[in-house]
């Protein structure tokens, strides 16, 4: 991927930036790789740094919107930021390349499975700052793919018949857990037939850290004629090399999802509670799901992409990334 920028806020004969990333999808927690190359415009400038920053469009809601973090317009918020180069003097002319490998946030959310996009925007921008000025270029699209953990727990609930509905990210933190950052990533998905006089759809949220996967789960309880239907949530942890004993990822999601739908009464409305599963430190590696699962998930994927990418998506992301330097720059 080249990314180009012309830095217009220096003038006409000012400097280009290409900031190019490695091939290859990248993952939470693992390293962004790339080089920002330079040519330098009609006059010799001194750069004081070159910066990458990392942003997000979220679904963020009219409350939080006063809230929200500082961000690039409606619904976006850059959630990190990592300062790649700096103070040099840049000839009229010459070109330089300046090598970057910075790491990703464990919680950076996951923007495709399988190769195919869920509709997640997540952008990377390069800023330049020149003689007390800096310049922005555009977003342009940063593609992660889940962890093996994260891969796991989603092939076993394919395996289980939950359907894959959509992805998207909220602004907002989801109490009781480790949440770092200031948004959360969603997935949606309709329950099997087991489950689906229980709920209308269950909502997928993955909180990484170093040594463990914090998985949240949130059943939208459907209402009968003397009840309302109300939402449960618990929070399960998990090492990244999958559950402890004899026990596989299919065996432990589905103790969690049972968890979550026959004990939602005894704990009311929107009560949150925890639950080690195997957790015993922090290990290496991690464990993938069966293939099949895979394959099934991957088709259930790609049906999102032909519909729900294929219209909302592409509009948002043709937003996103196409239509966001001017308002920065005004």
Sequence with gaps: MVFKRLLGSLGVGGPTVDTVLDPGAARPGGTLSGRVRLVGGAADHDVEHVALELAARLETETEHRETAPEGDGEGVVVFDRHTVGGSFRLAAGEETSIPFAVTLPWETPVTELHGRPLGIALGVRTELAVAGARDRGDLDPLAVAPLPAQEAVLEALDGLGFGFRSADLEYGRIGGTGQQLPFHQEVELTPPPRYAHQANEIELTFLAVPGALEVV??????????????????????????????????ALVDGWIQELVEHRASYGSHAVY??????????PGASHGGPG??????????????????????????????GDSEDEEG
């Design 217 to 250: 789960l949130e059943a939208d309880k459907r209402g009968g004629p003397l009840c309302d239907g109300h939402d449960a949530l618990s929070r399960f942890t998990v090492p990244h090399e999958g559950p402890a004993g004899p026990r596989d990822w299919t």
């Design 274 to 283: 925890g639950h080690d599963s195997g957790y015993a430190g922090h290990g």
């Design 293 to 322: 699962a895979g394959a099934a998930l991957a088709a259930g994927a790609a049906g999102i992409a032909g519909g729900l990418v294929a219209a909302e998506f592409v509009d948002e992301v043709g937003d996103f990334f196409g």
